[in-house]
């Protein structure tokens, strides 16, 4: 076998050992890993491979190694666990209507909650981007608020389950949004269109309206689609 | 600096490095890298420094090196680099009612779908799931059953980027079915209820009516959400 085959096989089974413990309870946030002599003896490999597989996982984010004292599940995780991964879901190549669809899915929900949730505060936030996108022409400019306008509206969705898998794919998101803008401001008339229901959609979460949140979020993603059909 | 920030930051730098290059369209699946020598020069780091950076994407799955020749965005994706960022999901201790509403959420767009795209073959497969649930008493078997069942609704959705969504929490989702069969079950009555409901859903599908697909799936997450809040 390969030397890199090998490294890959033991940080496999590195790794797969730690999920286990965590499923069972044994592991948590900040807990002690067993020491380096104990993996390899368990795993059946050497010392060395053991320290490389902690060792990418150490600089993965996973895991910390305190000098003397060992390793250990890392309290909180930093971005660079997630690039790898976003990277993964970048070259995957997935269709527009693949993306459309768990958008707009996610978003009609994250719409509905919050309809019950969100801070005044937010609200008055959407309300300023939605000012400042009636204002501008630019689109680079109009592109990034309906970036924020959206990411607002997952995060006080307050499911950080969610979030967190929005933010996981959010380059694939905001490539998306980037592309279905171009597409749709391709008709002249289509660019009031598109500022009305943002507005729309502020509107209804201002008036805490559940029905009407799910509405206009549909109504949302239905001139996504008109727009990619007509393209 | 010590040593392991030292690399840390020069890992993060490689991989902001590499998705630049991919959003831009410079770098797909397959594609040669630029040499070590040439990163060191552009990212202002050591080559020793690169090539762990480079040794650690290798041995996530994300590069492939091969000698003499270069380093390569691989050609596909082992399960390798999900495992990681499913480990940081298990350690975000999500609530129930989190990972209920991101099931709920998906899982219902999945079946409405699958009415209209699942193949004979899975319903028949799903049929015969049902017909093994009815007839065990032996939960251990109900469970994976149970698993199987939802997997299968989710891969007829025949969208790859829900599918590997969910495949990253995968772990996650069958630990929830697990306690929420638990739940559910405390009440002797529960047991055919749930049983009815998995038949509901399969009929619906047969029957590729998308408003008995979407109503079916919503009830059965009904009887969920009913569970927790009697327990």
Do not use: W
């Not at 380096?36 to 490389?52: C, D, G, N, Y």
């Not at 996981?168 to 597409?183: C, G, T």
């Amino acid at each position: 076998m390969s030397e890199k085959n090998k490294d890959t096989k033991v940080y496999t089974k590195v790794i797969k050992d730690i999920k286990e413990k965590i499923l069972s309870g044994e592991l948590k946030n900040g807990d002690r890993l067993p020491s380096e002599r104990e993996m390899a003896e368990k795993l059946e490999v050497s010392r060395t491979s053991i320290r490389e597989a902690i060792r990418v996982l150490e600089i993965m984010g996973l895991i910390e190694s305190k000098r003397g004292s060992g390793n250990y599940i890392a309290n909180s995780f930093g971005n660079s666990l997630f690039e790898p991964l976003s990277i993964m879901f970048m070259l995957q190549e997935y269709s527009p209507e693949d993306i459309h669809e768990l958008r707009e899915t996610l978003e009609i929900e994250c719409c509905r909650v919050a309809s019950k949730r969100m801070s005044d505060d937010d609200i008055k936030l959407l309300n300023d981007i939605v000012d400042k996108m009636y204002k501008t022409n630019d689109e680079e400019q109009s592109l990034l608020l309906d970036i924020r306008f959206h990411n607002i509206i997952v995060k006080s969705s307050d499911n950080p389950l969610i979030v967190n898998m929005l933010e996981v794919i959010s380059q694939l998101m905001d490539k998306f949004i980037k592309e279905a803008r171009k597409i749709i401001l391709c008709e002249e008339n289509n660019r009031e269109i598109l500022l009305n229901s943002h507005k729309e959609i502020v509107l209804s979460l201002q008036e805490r309206d559940e029905e009407k949140a799910i509405y206009s979020m549909k109504k949302h993603f239905e001139i996504i689609k008109q727009a990619y059909e007509n393209y």
